[in-house]
């Protein structure tokens, strides 16, 4: 794994903290520990050696949405926070530092390459038969958290793609290894990404699609660290699914009778996953496809787009940190227009959204509604 | 398991017993995980932006460490909390968001730290009267940000606007880029709401001005958390300006571009934005521009006659003292640069020591402090910049604003605190006052006698009046000696 970059994160360490105001981790609770710079200090000081992991210092530098919103201020281009805290924190594990309620979810990884335990498998059942044969072009990878949380949106993924004709497959999936990485067992995670680098190449797909943007991130950021570079071309979700409207695969279709009940007047607000938005840089995609569709109002929320605010789903806090992850997706709901349904393209998003009465639905489940 | 901390202004700290007395109180009254006696919270409300901590950080130690940190969310709990340490004759630091420069929130007795950031709503947005109502915790960017959201701004836009909160603003008299049009925050400030150290909460009228008596409200502003604590205030607000002009003009002498800001003050005109640089920081900041010339920058807004007729004015002003103008693109370029310090890190990280003193003059000495400040500064052993401009100006003068940077050979504090020592002594040898915005913190405590005189023993007698026990941030605002940070 990448090494600390001492000299970007001492750059955080000494800065008066001129992102405080983007920080979800810091804004939901007031604690300066987990102020960009004051974990940027934390981890500073405990890499030179002047401090030591305890519980309470491993949990403050884990209070990190990987949200990217402290790079929006940022006057070091170079710096990643958000790395350079995963990386410091690797070497407390073998120290023996932990956080313990992260070690039931770290032995589902082990036992079951799920964090949420043992899979029920929907991918057998939306994945028709025809489409198991081999020689797929494509991998639509969906992610523990769909798999676990909302099935539908598999289907949803499984019903589109088949419209279009994709020759696709959904793998029995293992974990892509995010959460072993930010819960800092490194080793879990390589051998998760050997094991995915093993079954991709098997498979001879060239494309690799992924709904869930922290397995994106994963793919092609943190592979090449563990020095499990993948071969196959990497694409985010609602990127893949323009390109096959662009190509004519996918067609608009009357919606059918009812189904867009939930949407009401049909007012809806796209919620910009911070991944999709600030690192993959996939902020128009999602927005021509919506506002393909007649009948549906794009209202936004503000901020959106690469300003956009987390949901409190990044980086696990769903499972480590519940009660801030509420917190947090509690503030961002604030900032969408109060009539809108919410539509995202990330299941932690969804799952973090879901907090209020009204309606949050996946990209994927819109297009299989009014696409054919 | 606690780590062993190496701390260098401790001068003591509240028996434990007494401590855990407190914290188990604490906990009945904001909620278990609303506070914290574990290392990593110690540790990072310790501080705040005063150089002599990032020097200390770079040596692995800590200045002084609070015992406990205490996260309040309504002020019936401020007022509790305040209440039951001053009946244990417990130390209590505010704390906003850490971005004081000069050791305000360093807790030298220990006690209990309360961090008002989850105080941080706006509680009623006065449209009619372009008032606000929001508690002291808030962050000063999502201030600003919620009230263009509603078609208003603040008008507060100090350097440190996404690092500061609204408290902090106020405890410390700060003043924001756009001043000169809006006013510093005790402009602004109608009323305050605010918990002495025996919990009483109080608060002020929230009218445009009385004649009631002083305004005990308004004692809170500056007072840096000695007095109590400011849980929420009452702001004045504005309808986003309708129109904005850029202008900037460079000078051949830094006398004239005074002159001709003096001018055009007196005419009656108020840009938002005031800036004049000397000759060194025209070349940091606006390369194109040279280092020969002194720029000016300036930028009007509001209602759209308002401002072409006040570019019209200043512009006759400034040009009967011998300005070029530069154009607007200097001031779209400042726009962008203006919340930028990354280079401070950089300096302190390869071993220099930064740290900016601000000041304020009146027009006859303006010019003449810059010279004095300037020459202590670079007369100091180490120092490699002394530069300076004019950021926050009035009809009767101007905030002077020195930066400078040094490479001192051996202990960076002994030379850190050789700088101030000679540029407070340049200013008050030159009659200016001892600081325009930053406020005192512990730093400048050291200079209040001179500063104030007399004054500062009627400021002891308030203290001891409001706050008999003395719990409020000890050993701030120069209330008393503090033996560890002595000149
Ligand atoms: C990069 C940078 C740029 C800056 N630019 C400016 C500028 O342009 N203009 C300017 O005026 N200042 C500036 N400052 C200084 C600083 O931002 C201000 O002093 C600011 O007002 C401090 O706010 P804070 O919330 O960070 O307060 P803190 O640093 O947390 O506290 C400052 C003092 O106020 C007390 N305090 C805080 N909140 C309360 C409260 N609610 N009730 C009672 N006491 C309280 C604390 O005990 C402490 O003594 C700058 C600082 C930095 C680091
Ligand atoms: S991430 Fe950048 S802006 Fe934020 S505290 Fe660190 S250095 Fe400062
Ligand atoms: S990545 Fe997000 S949560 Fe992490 S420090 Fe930056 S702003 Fe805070």
């Known amino acids: 794994m990448a090494e600390v970059n001492m000299e970007q994160l001492l750059n955080c360490a000494l800065c008066p903290n001129m992102c405080r105001c983007e920080c979800p981790a810091l804004q939901a609770t007031g604690r300066e520990a987990v102020a960009p710079a004051g974990k940027g200090r934390l981890a500073a000081l405990i890499n030179e050696g002047k401090l030591n992991w305890d519980e309470a210092m491993l949990e403050a530098a884990s209070y990190c949405l990987a949200c990217r919103g402290c790079t929006i201020h940022c006057p070091f281009s170079e710096l990643n926070l958000c790395d350079e805290l995963l990386f410091s924190r690797m070497p407390a594990r073998p120290q023996g530092v932990t956080l313990p309620q992260v070690d039931p979810y770290l032995n589902n990884l082990r036992k079951y390459s799920s964090p949420y335990g043992q899979k029920s498998d929907p991918v057998i059942k939306t994945n028709r038969p025809g489409e198991r044969a081999g020689g797929e072009e494509v991998i639509f990878f969906n992610g523990c958290t769909s798999l676990a949380n909302h099935p539908p949106s598999i289907e949803a993924a499984a019903s589109v793609l088949l419209k279009a004709g994709v020759s696709f497959r959904m793998t029995e999936e293992d974990c892509c290894g995010y959460p072993a990485l930010v819960w800092g067992d490194r080793e879990l995670g390589r051998q998760l990404a050997e094991e995915n680098k093993r079954k991709f190449a098997e498979s001879g797909a060239t494309l690799l699609v992924t709904n869930c943007p922290e397995c994106w991130l994963t793919f092609s950021e943190y592979y090449p660290d563990l020095e499990q570079e993948l071969s196959l071309e990497i694409i985010d979700g609602p990127s893949y699914f323009l390109r096959l409207i662009k190509e004519g695969r996918l067609e608009l279709k009357e919606p059918d009778p009812g189904s867009s009940g939930e949407l009401g007047a049909g007012v809806i607000s796209y919620h910009d996953p911070c991944i999709w938005a600030r690192t993959a840089g996939t902020i128009s995609e999602p927005r021509e496809i919506l506002q393909a569709i007649p009948g549906l109002e794009l209202n936004e929320a503000q901020p959106s787009g690469s300003l956009t605010r987390c949901c409190g789903g990044g980086s696990m806090f769903q499972l480590a940190f519940p009660d801030t992850a509420a917190a947090v997706a509690s503030r961002r709901l604030k900032e969408f227009p109060s009539e809108a349904a919410l539509v995202t393209a990330c299941p932690f998003c969804r799952e973090g959204l879901l907090q209020e009465d009204r309606p949050v639905l996946e990209l994927v489940e819109i297009l299989d509604r009014y696409f054919k | ?487």
Request: proline share 4%; aromatic share 8%.
């Open chain 2, 1 to 487: 398991m606690a780590q062993d901390m190496r701390t260098v202004l401790q001068e003591s700290r509240v028996e434990q017993a007494v401590m855990d007395r407190y914290a188990a109180e604490a906990a009945k009254i904001v909620g278990e995980n609303n506070i914290s006696a574990n290392q990593a919270d110690l540790l990072s409300a310790c501080r705040d932006y005063w150089p002599a901590n990032s020097i200390w950080m770079r040596e692995g130690v800590f200045p002084a460490l609070p015992q406990l940190v205490a996260w309040p969310k309504t002020t019936a709990q401020v007022s509790k909390l305040l209440a039951l340490a001053n009946q244990e004759k417990i130390p209590v630091t505010p704390y906003g968001e850490g971005s004081g420069a000069l050791g305000g929130v360093v807790p030298l007795r220990g006690g209990v730290t309360i961090d008002l950031k989850l105080m941080n709503k706006i509680r009623v947005l006065d449209e009619r009267n372009l008032l606000v109502t929001v508690e002291s915790g808030l962050n000063g960017a999502l201030y600003e940000e919620e009230l263009n959201r509603a078609g208003y701004t603040g008008g507060h836009f100090p350097q440190s606007l996404r690092c500061s909160s609204v408290g902090g603003w106020l405890a410390c008299r700060a003043a924001g880029q756009f001043s000169t049009r809006y006013g510093k925050i005790e402009d602004m400030a109608v009323s305050l709401e605010a918990v002495l150290p025996d919990g009483t909460v109080f608060s002020g009228r929230k009218v445009p001005r009385t004649a009631t008596g002083p305004r005990v409200d308004h004692l809170l502003l500056g007072s840096e958390g000695t007095l109590g604590i400011i849980t929420s205030a009452t702001l004045r607000i504005w309808p986003l300006p309708e129109k904005r002009h850029l202008a900037s003009y460079t000078f051949e002498k830094l006398e004239s571009g005074l002159e001709a800001i003096r001018l055009f003050m007196r005419a009656g005109t108020r840009p938002a934005v005031v800036r004049l640089y000397d000759g060194q920081e025209t070349g940091n900041h606006f390369p194109e521009l040279g280092d020969k010339r002194c720029a000016l920058i300036l930028l009007i807004e509001g209602n759209a006659r308002l401002v072409d007729a006040e570019a019209e004015v200043i512009d006759d002003c400034v040009r009967s003292e011998g300005a070029e103008s530069a154009g607007a693109e200097h001031v779209e370029h400042w726009l962008e640069k203006r919340f930028n310090i990354g280079v401070a890190s950089m300096l302190f990280q390869k071993g220099a020591v930064l740290d900016t003193i601000e000041v304020t003059t009146n027009w006859h000495n303006a010019y003449t402090t810059y010279l004095a400040m300037q020459d202590a500064l670079l007369g100091v052993e180490g120092t490699m910049l002394a530069s300076g401009h004019y950021s926050h100006v009035y009809p009767e003068g101007a905030a002077l604003y020195m930066t400078v940077v040094g490479f001192p050979g051996g202990d960076k504090i002994s030379y850190y605190k050789k700088l101030w020592q000679t540029a407070m002594e340049a200013c008050h040898k030159e009659g200016a006052a001892f600081s325009h915005h930053h406020g005192v913190g512990l730093h400048r405590g050291l200079w209040m006698t001179d500063e104030h005189g007399s004054g500062l023993e009627v400021l002891k007698k308030i203290k001891d009046a409001l706050d008999p026990e003395g719990i409020m941030n000890p050993g701030k605002l120069g209330l008393e000696e503090v033996q560890l940070w002595q000149k």
